[in-house]
C-alpha cells in the first residue's frame, strides 16, 4: 500500500456504525511500549534508535494482525504525507518533528496504527466506529500479547510498564471517545460537564489529542492515571463516565426538539445551505457547519446525508487531504476554493 492508495480509503472507525454512533464518532485504546535495556527515544544514539526502529517493525510483520500492514518511514515523507496520516489520526502531531529514525505501521483496515520512536518506542493504538471501548481493549490486548512473546518489553513488578512521562506508566494504557456533543453545547450545559469530568480524573482534548482544542462540538475524553489501576478497571471507569454524557446529551436533544425544533431545524437547514452554496469556505467554519449537519441526520431531519458521507467530509476536508486530492501544494485561499467545490460536489451529488 502506498500512502496515496489511502486517500480513495475510508477508515474503518469513520464509518459512523457501532454503539451509540449517533454520539460516539469513535473509541480508540493506546498501548505506550518500550524495550528493555534501551533509552526512552529522547535519550537514545541514533544508533539505538535504529535498533529500535528494526526490532519492532520486523516483530510487528510477524504477528497475524499486522502482517498486512505498511510501514511508512517518515524520512521518506514530505511534509504534506506526514499532515496526512495526522488529520487521519493515524499519528500524533509530535511525531511529525525530528522524523530521523520514526515511522508509523498502519493495517489496512486504519484501525490499527504504530508510532515507532515517539515518546515511546511503540505506541499502538486501535480505534474502532461508535462507543466500542471493550472490543477496543480485547482486540489490543491480543496484539500486545503477540508481540510480548517476541520483544522484551521494560516492565518491573512494582511499577509495571515503563515509560517516558510517568503519567503512563503502569499499565501504559490511555482510552479515549470521542464524542460529538452539540445540544450539551448549545444548551450551554458543556461548561458545567467538562468541570466535572476534570475532577474525575479525566482529560478533555479536541479532535486531534494532545494539544488541542474542541472545535465543532467534538470532544475527545481520555483517562488521565495510568498507573494503579488495572486495564480493565480504568476501561470500566471511562465506560461509566462517557455513558452518562452520552444519556445527558440524548436527553438534551429530545428537550430541543419538544421545545425548539423550528429554530433547531431553521439552523440546522442554514447550514446544509451554506455548505452546499458557499464558494470559498475554511477549515474551521466547515467542521460547525458538518456538524449542524450531523445533528440534523442524526435526528432525522436531513434525510438524504449519511453519516458516513458527513464523517468523510470532516476528514477530507483537511488541509493536507485537499491538497493530495489536488495532486498539488495549494495556499490557504485555493484550499477554501478547492474545499468549497468538494463539498458542493458531494452534497449537492446525493
Same mark, same amino acid.
Given at each position: ?10 477508515? *474503518? ?86 522524523? *530521523? ?119 475527545? $475524553? ?26 445527558? *446529551? ?8 419538544? &421545545? ?15 455548505? &452546499? ?24 431531519? $436531513? ?48
Amino acid at each position: 500500500m502506498q500512502i496515496n492508495d489511502l486517500i480513495n480509503h475510508t477508515s *474503518e472507525w469513520l464509518k459512523g456504525t457501532g454503539p451509540n454512533s449517533d454520539v460516539v464518532i469513535s473509541s480508540r485504546i493506546r498501548l505506550a511500549r518500550n524495550l528493555n535495556k534501551l533509552p526512552f527515544p529522547h535519550w537514545a544514539s541514533k544508533a539505538q534508535l535504529n535498533e529500535v526502529m528494526e526490532k519492532t517493525s520486523q516483530a510487528m510483520l510477524k504477528i497475524e494482525p499486522l502482517k498486512k500492514s505498511t510501514l511508512f518511514t517518515l524520512a521518506n515523507l514530505d511534509n504534506i504525507d506526514k499532515q496526512f496520516l495526522v488529520e487521519r489520526h493515524l499519528m500524533s502531531i509530535e511525531h511529525t518533528q525530528k522524523t *530521523e529514525q520514526k515511522a508509523v505501521l498502519v493495517n489496512d483496515e486504519e484501525n490499527i496504527a504504530v508510532m515507532i520512536n515517539e515518546e515511546d518506542h511503540l505506541r499502538v493504538q486501535l480505534m474502532q466506529s461508535g462507543f466500542n471501548l471493550f472490543e477496543a481493549w480485547n482486540i489490543i490486548n491480543g496484539i500486545d500479547d503477540a508481540l510480548a512473546k517476541i520483544l522484551d518489553y521494560a516492565y518491573l513488578p512494582d511499577f509495571g510498564y515503563l515509560t517516558a512521562c510517568p503519567t503512563n506508566t503502569g499499565t501504559g494504557m490511555r482510552g479515549s471517545v470521542m464524542l460529538h456533543l452539540p445540544a450539551l453545547v448549545m444548551s450551554r450545559q458543556i461548561e458545567r460537564v467538562l468541570a466535572a469530568i476534570a475532577k474525575l480524573s479525566f482529560t478533555t482534548r479536541g479532535l486531534y489529542g494532545e494539544g488541542t482544542q474542541a472545535s465543532g462540538n467534538f470532544f475527545q $475524553i481520555s483517562n488521565q492515571v495510568s498507573l494503579g489501576h488495572s486495564e480493565n478497571e480504568i476501561i470500566e471507569n471511562l465506560n461509566s463516565l462517557i455513558r452518562q454524557i452520552i444519556e445527558q *446529551e440524548t436527553q438534551t436533544r429530545e428537550i430541543m426538539l419538544s &421545545k425548539s425544533k423550528d429554530v433547531l431545524e431553521d439552523r440546522i437547514n442554514r447550514s446544509l445551505g451554506i455548505l &452546499k452554496s458557499a464558494r470559498i469556505i475554511t477549515s474551521q467554519e466547515t467542521i460547525e457547519l458538518l456538524s449542524m449537519v450531523r445533528l440534523g441526520s442524526d435526528l432525522g431531519m $436531513i434525510k438524504d446525508i449519511g453519516r458516513l458521507t458527513i464523517n468523510e467530509l470532516f476528514i477530507t476536508t483537511q488541509p493536507a487531504h485537499l491538497q493530495k486530492l489536488e495532486n498539488k501544494k495549494l495556499s490557504s485561499q485555493e484550499r477554501d476554493l478547492a474545499r468549497a467545490e468538494l463539498i458542493r460536489k458531494k452534497l449537492n451529488l446525493l
